[in-house]
């Protein structure tokens, strides 16, 4: 097994390390802001390709409805990466990255505006101190600045958040299944590729790079954009929020060490305050709190992990809890799903029980997700000691380190009867953009 694969920690906070010198990179390049978001999706075609192969070997090929979604959510990419790339020019690398993480802000107003999901009260309280950041990075409360035209980069960025929470929600649209994550992003790669270029004949800003600037958006192709990618997006998702929000911090800290060291860039005191702002507002609205509950699944409501105590009596036959410290079943809406893996994931901790007992453990804000192993089994009293019911080759998909992730459970013949012996179908259980972490594939 790869090592950083036991380790999410470690591996979210090296593919944050990598994605912080994107916007570095962008800049050695030094081409126009079309042509450098045109070139860095080509060059990683090869490798995603060669990804994607690996995957669809190992789990068949992706649906045409899928790659026709990705390709469309390719053209949100694209404005994304030539919007944020100007931004780049306008504020530098190092405050581009900052405001690259209004993302989050944006992905829960795009999801409020167009599917009328109300944004988490955390996220609400730190909105001030998110918009007080941007005044300050902006100029817009007075004092020096650095950079171009500061007030226009703010602008952008947050147009480029707009780009990236379209792009998301498209995406997420056409993709639900966790294994497959190559494929998708091949697509919506190859068509931002096509797309940018010709936003670059468009806005006059197609042209061919120098071999030194072909080296750069290389580099960036191969290690921002797909190496840090792959970390990130396979170790966020087995990480709990709070954590992963602060881990990712390292993002745009990296960045602007890395542009201070590198570009020489020097933001002023005052902008330095602003990113800090951000920063801060990131960290509020990406928080999360946790309560517990006991009783049966009626009273567990809404985003709910029932935890099946070792040796209890009643278990099916054929399960793993000899091996586990505890099996742990989402429960959306009196609805099971379940995971024994969530504990080796480190996104539950062991409760102490004797034989016998069932606890429920509530999350408001979040559940964690992991890989799901095959059990099948179901729910007969409606009691706590809820089975394992399907696994991620039957169609399970379980992501919910947020507020702004989903749950979907698809149909599938070999799955059990659920609760109340309903039978399963496509149900999309809360906000379906996904994960909105402050990182992304830029």
């Keep these: 097994m790869d090592p950083l694969g036991r380790r999410p920690v470690l591996t ?21 802001p079309a042509t450098a978001a045109s070139l860095r999706c080509l060059l990683a075609l090869p490798l995603l390709a060669l990804l994607a192969r690996r995957e669809q070997r190992r789990h068949g ?16 990419f694209a404005f994304d990466l030539v919007l944020w790339h100007h931004v780049i020019a306008a504020v530098g690398a190092g405050l581009a990255t900052v405001l690259g993480n209004l993302q989050v802000l944006v992905v829960a107003a795009v999801a409020w505006w167009l599917l009328g999901e109300r944004p988490p009260a955390r996220l609400l309280a730190a909105l001030p101190v998110l918009l007080l950041g941007v005044a300050l990075v902006s100029g817009a409360l007075g004092g020096q600045t650095y950079g171009r035209d500061p007030r226009l980069g703010v602008l952008l960025g947050l147009a480029t958040s707009v780009a990236y929470a379209l792009f998301l929600l498209v995406l997420r649209q056409g993709s639900t299944d966790l294994r497959l994550l190559a494929g998708p992003l091949l697509w919506a790669t190859g068509s931002a590729a096509a797309f940018a270029a010709l936003l670059g004949v468009a806005l006059g800003e197609l042209v061919v790079p120098g071999w030194q600037a072909l080296f750069w ?15 990130i997006s396979s170790s966020l998702p087995r990480l709990p929020a709070a954590l992963t929000s602060v881990l990712l911090l390292a993002q745009p800290i990296g960045a602007l060490a890395i542009s201070a060291v590198v570009l020489s860039e020097t933001p002023t005191a005052v902008q330095y305050a602003g990113a800090a702002c951000i920063l801060a507002g ?9 309560t517990r509950l006991r009783g049966p699944v009626e009273q567990a409501g809404h985003r709910a992990v029932l935890e099946d105590l070792p040796d209890c009596p009643g278990d099916e036959r054929g399960d793993r809890e000899n091996r586990q410290p505890f099996e742990a079943s989402a429960v959306v809406d009196g609805q099971g799903v379940g995971d024994d893996h969530l504990a080796d994931a480190g996104v539950l901790q062991p409760v ?17 997700g992991a890989v799901v192993e095959q059990q099948r089994g179901g729910l007969a009293d409606r009691a706590a000691g809820v089975d394992h019911v399907v696994d991620q080759d039957a169609g399970l998909v379980l992501d919910l380190p947020d507020d702004l992730t989903h749950l979907h459970l698809v ?3 070999g799955v059990a009867p659920l609760v109340d012996d309903r039978e399963t179908g496509t149900e999309p259980v809360g906000p379906a953009l996904g994960d909105a972490h402050p990182s992304g594939v830029r």
């Excluded at 979210?12 to 030094?30: E, H, N, Q, T």
């Excluded at 090929?61 to 790659?67: E, F, K, S």
Aim: charged share 20%; proline share 6%.
């Design 411 to 413: 149909g599938h013949p």
């Design 217 to 231: 958006l290389a580099v960036l192709a191969l290690t921002a954009q797909v190496l840090g990618w792959l970390l």
């Design 12 to 32: 979210a906070l090296i593919g944050a390390l990598v994605i912080a010198w994107s916007a570095p990179l962008v800049r050695l390049a030094d081409v126009p």
């Design 282 to 290: 990131v960290v509020v609205a990406t928080a999360t709190r946790r």
């Design 352 to 368: 102490e029980g004797r034989p016998g007992q069932h606890t429920v453990r509530r999350r408001d804000d979040d559940v964690g």
């Design 61 to 76: 090929r992706l649906p045409v409805r899928t790659r026709q979604v990705c390709a469309l959510a390719g053209i949100f």
